[in-house]
């Protein structure tokens, strides 16, 4: 029997799907995964208890009838994951899946871009929230070098995947890097997005006084570059996107804080241990490996999944300081 696609209390579609593929990773961002919280003693999921490649395809054939399209892999860092090619094959396989994405620190893209191309991924995604290399440093917390990830970059281009940029602007932190960011990304011809920064999980230590807003860092770009507005590509885009006068690329900004887009919100998460979470400020998952390792056939598991969204009323960014609840780590859930 066909599960009927779901909409949620707010009436709002399953569309995205991220997919965690591991907890772990080799950076220790401030913002995600301070390394105070993320030491040497720190307990990630046992590796017998991530989903398999096969449990993850089986969770996205059954998730495309209910509407889902765009597929991303995240982590942690998903390049860590052993094989994570095959796993791009696989999906790039399933029908109906018509965006496949991931999104990496891009430290170990340089040698693995060919691969996932061939494979059938679609685009990456590189977080890169400073050019300086000293800043940089500080702000990965193990020292890793920025040459690797603009080297990463260069590789996934030449390989032919469209590669985007992400950078996490955070006050006292990098916001110097705005400028030197929307130089480098205009002259490679890449397309950047400035990401407001948010108070993902409970270690990060956010305040409201660290997050630069979106008009702060378009009245900064605004000194230097002459930027044309871009209407939205489909319903429920999270950046605002502008492009510059010459045609080069494109500039977003994320503004998930100041301007709250959970209106058209079409995402859900899956973790690396496959708990489906139907918010990023979530702070408890629904169990879906259970059924994946039990006997559930295919239309209780599909079934299971619109139930889960068919309840959702998720809207935390729209009441950011009026509600208190616990929230599950960026990294542990995927971003």
């Known amino acids: 029997m066909a599960v009927k696609r779901p909409n949620d209390r707010l009436g709002r579609s399953l569309r995205d799907l991220r997919i965690s593929v591991t907890d772990r990773c080799n950076f220790r961002c401030r913002y995600c995964m301070p390394i105070e919280e993320f030491g ?3 307990e990630f999921v046992p590796r017998d208890e991530l989903l398999s490649f096969e449990e993850i395809v089986r969770l996205v054939t059954l998730s495309v009838p209910l509407g889902v399209g765009k597929i991303r892999l995240t982590g942690g860092e998903p390049l860590m994951r052993r094989g994570i090619e095959d796993l791009v094959a696989m999906l790039a396989a399933v029908d109906g899946v018509e965006d496949l994405a991931m999104t990496t620190n891009g430290v170990l893209l340089a040698h693995r871009a060919e691969e996932l191309a061939l494979a059938g991924l679609s685009r990456v995604t590189v977080s890169l929230d400073a050019l300086d290399p000293e800043r940089f440093a500080r702000m990965n917390g193990v020292g ?23 950078a996490v602007v955070q006050r006292g932190v990098n916001e110097e890097e705005i400028l030197p960011l929307a130089r480098w990304a205009k002259e490679q011809q890449v397309d950047l997005r400035y990401i407001e920064y948010m108070d993902v999980g409970e270690t990060n230590g956010w305040e409201m006084s660290q997050v630069v807003g979106g008009r702060e860092i378009l009245q900064k770009l605004a000194e ?11 319903r429920g885009e999270v950046a605002k996107r502008w492009r510059h006068a010459d045609g080069s690329s494109e500039i977003g900004v994320i503004t998930s804080v100041t301007q709250p887009f959970c209106g058209d919100c079409h995402r859900a998460r899956i973790s690396a241990e496959g708990k489906m979470f139907t918010c990023l400020f979530a702070g408890e998952g629904h169990d879906l490996r259970g059924l994946l390792r039990g006997e559930a056939d295919d239309d209780l598991i599909a079934g299971a999944i619109a139930g889960i969204w068919g309840h959702r009323d998720d809207r935390y960014s729209e009441l950011r300081g009026k509600v208190v609840q616990p929230k599950a780590e960026m990294s542990y859930l995927g971003g």
């Not at 890793?144 to 992400?166: D, M, T």
């Not at 930027?227 to 489909?234: I, T």
Request: net charge negative; hydrophobic share 45%; proline share 11%.
């Open 144 to 166: 890793a070098k920025v040459e690797r990830v603009l080297a990463g970059v260069e590789s996934a281009r030449a390989f032919g995947l469209p590669v985007k940029v992400n």
């Open 40 to 42: 040497p003693d720190h």
């Open 224 to 234: 230097e570059f002459s930027l044309e507005p871009v209407d939205p590509a489909y």
